[in-house]
Each structure stands twice: as structure tokens, then as C-alpha cells.
């Protein structure tokens, strides 16, 4: 659907139904769902056959709006003034009132966030009234997308709308930077460069924005996978059928369940139990996104 009016207003409707929608950024176009709905959430990660739940970024209108999720010092306010509205990302702490959903964060104390310059995407935050969750519009590993025909082509189907704003300015996806007590560290490189913000890039195995798979949430109980039951001293985390002392989704919902299993996970390390066990979950669809993360939690360190 054409930018304008009409499709914003149809965008901000499916999205407030917990439905994602694509639409352009000035960087690329973002497949975006309500950040505070677990739900709407992980149908993002079900439309782009997203392997893990690697953290997404929130879209906000405002600096403003953006201190009420996560904690800025001195030196992030600084810069997100100088560079915002625009394609730079920051990853900061997770304010525990941010109400945000924790798959967004893929179960980390930190989030990532920014806020947009392009109309289109400024115009359906504004009229969502919500924080938005979105990462590239496309099938998982493939072509970034800059035009709508690239959303069409690799997530025709999958999304109720496409909101075409035209190509998009920059064409690469933002500079992303975590801010640690006033040092900045580059995570992802993008539009504005390291030299312009004065950060050190990091090579680092551990997870804290969208292009750093190879790292994982873990417990730090040891965690059993594929469990029936639970064994003496465990935290059974449930699935379907199974029970358990918290069900991912007793109607055996893989959407429910993706939306559920971070906050399952934390209440399950917050326990007394020792150990941690998680019910079998089939390996299809949103189900092969769940047992990869629960692969890599559950692999020895």
C-alpha cells in the first residue's frame, strides 16, 4: 500500500492487533510489531524464519520517550542528541519498568534502541502510541531490503501489509553502539562511522545486538532439554502436555511459547531448584527458533 494517510492508519490497526507490518526507515525497510506484546512480537521472528532470538531494536518518537525503557548516563544522552532522529542504535541498560516484552531483548539485562528520522515510520510510531520492535524486512539471512519489491519478494505472504515509502536514503541498517559508563564500543558497523562517534569496535562472542549470533543466553543452572518430567531438584518449564512448574503454552501454541520462554527462563534461575529442565518442543515454524536457543543454554561452559 502506498505511503500515506490511509496505509499508516491501516499499519497502526494491524499492529494494535498484534500483527507485524513492514515499512521504511531511512536505512531500511523494518518488519515492526508492538515491542511491549510478546506475542506480536515473536510473529516477527515467525515471518522471517528467524533461527534465534537474537535482541531486535526499539523504534521510539523521542530521547524522551526512550529514557522511559532504558537508562542513559551522561555520555548517551550526549551523543543520541547529536545523532537523533538517525540511524545510529544504542544498547543500554533495561529499565525493570521499561515494559517492554523480554523477547524483544532476547532475555538480556539491555536493550537496544533508536529513533527513526524517516515520516513513514515517525508517523506509525506516532499514531501506534507504542514502542515498536523491528528488524530488517526480510527471510532470515537473506538481502537486507531497501525497496517494497524486496519486502514483497522475501516476505510476500508472511505479513498482512507493506507499507512502500519508495527506496530507502541510506540503504544499510544503523550504526549500532553500547554505551558502558561513557566508553562507546561498536557492535555493528553502519551509516555513521566508529571515527565520527569516537568508539572501539569490540570483537566479542557475547550477544547484545542483531548481527552477533554465535553467543547465547544462558542460566546460569544447568539446563536439560527434551524432559517429560522433571527430575529431583529441577524447575520444569512446560510445554503442551507437560506441565511443569511454568507452561510455555498449555494449548501447545508455538507463538504463545516463543513469547513466554525468556520470562520462563528468568523465573526459573530465580528459583530455589538446582537444575533446570524444559519440556520436548516440536521443531517446526517458531519451534525451531525456541529449540535452538534452548541448544545453546543448554551447551557445556
Given at each position: ?66 529514557e522511559r525503557i532504558a537508562s542513559f548516563d551522561d555520555r548517551a544522552r550526549e551523543i543520541a542528541g547529536r545523532y537523533w532522529p538517525g540511524p545510529l542504535t544504542l544498547v543500554l541498560p533495561l529499565r525493570a519498568d521499561s515494559g517492554i516484552a523480554s523477547l524483544v531483548a532476547a532475555g538480556l539485562a539491555t536493550v537496544a534502541v533508536r529513533v527513526p528520522a524517516h515520516p513513514a515510520m515517525r508517523a ?178
Amino acid at each position: 500500500m502506498p505511503y500515506g494517510e490511509e496505509a499508516i492508519a491501516e499499519a497502526a490497526r494491524l499492529i494494535l492487533a498484534g500483527q507485524p507490518v513492514a515499512v521504511p526507515t531511512e536505512t531500511v525497510y523494518g518488519v515492526a510489531a508492538d515491542a511491549t506484546n510478546g506475542e506480536a512480537v515473536a510473529r516477527i521472528y515467525q515471518a522471517k524464519g528467524r533461527p534465534s532470538f537474537n535482541p531486535l531494536i526499539v523504534h521510539l518518537p523521542s530521547l524522551g520517550e526512550a529514557e522511559r525503557i532504558a537508562s542513559f548516563d551522561d555520555r548517551a544522552r550526549e551523543i543520541a542528541g547529536r545523532y537523533w532522529p538517525g540511524p545510529l542504535t544504542l544498547v543500554l541498560p533495561l529499565r525493570a519498568d521499561s515494559g517492554i516484552a523480554s523477547l524483544v531483548a532476547a532475555g538480556l539485562a539491555t536493550v537496544a534502541v533508536r529513533v527513526p528520522a524517516h515520516p513513514a515510520m515517525r508517523a506509525l510510531i506516532e499514531n501506534c502510541g507504542r514502542p515498536l520492535a523491528a528488524p530488517s524486512a526480510n527471510a532470515s539471512g537473506r538481502v537486507s531490503p531497501t525497496r517494497a519489491e524486496h519486502v514483497l519478494k522475501s516476505l510476500g505472504g508472511r505479513i498482512p501489509l507493506i507499507v512502500d515509502g519508495g527506496p530507502t536514503a541510506l540503504g544499510l541498517e544503523s550504526t549500532i553502539v553500547a554505551v558502558d559508563a561513557g566508553r562507546l564500543r561498536l557492535l555493528r558497523p553502519g551509516p555513521i562511522s566508529a571515527e565520527d562517534l569516537g568508539a572501539v569496535e569490540e570483537q566479542s562472542d557475547r550477544i547484545e545486538a542483531p548481527g552477533q549470533m554465535r553467543s547465547h543466553y544462558a542460566p546460569s543452572k544447568p539446563l536439560r532439554i527434551e524432559a517429560s518430567d522433571a527430575a529431583p531438584g529441577e524447575w520444569l518449564i512446560g510445554f503442551g502436555s507437560v506441565g511443569g512448574d511454568r507452561n510455555l503454552s498449555p494449548s501447545g501454541d508455538l507463538v504463545e511459547a516463543a513469547a513466554h520462554l525468556f520470562q520462563a527462563l528468568h523465573e526459573a534461575e530465580a528459583s530455589t531448584a538446582a537444575a533446570i529442565a524444559v519440556a520436548p518442543i516440536p521443531k517446526v515454524d517458531l519451534g525451531a527458533a525456541i529449540n535452538d536457543r534452548l541448544r545453546r543454554a543448554a551447551a557445556p561452559r
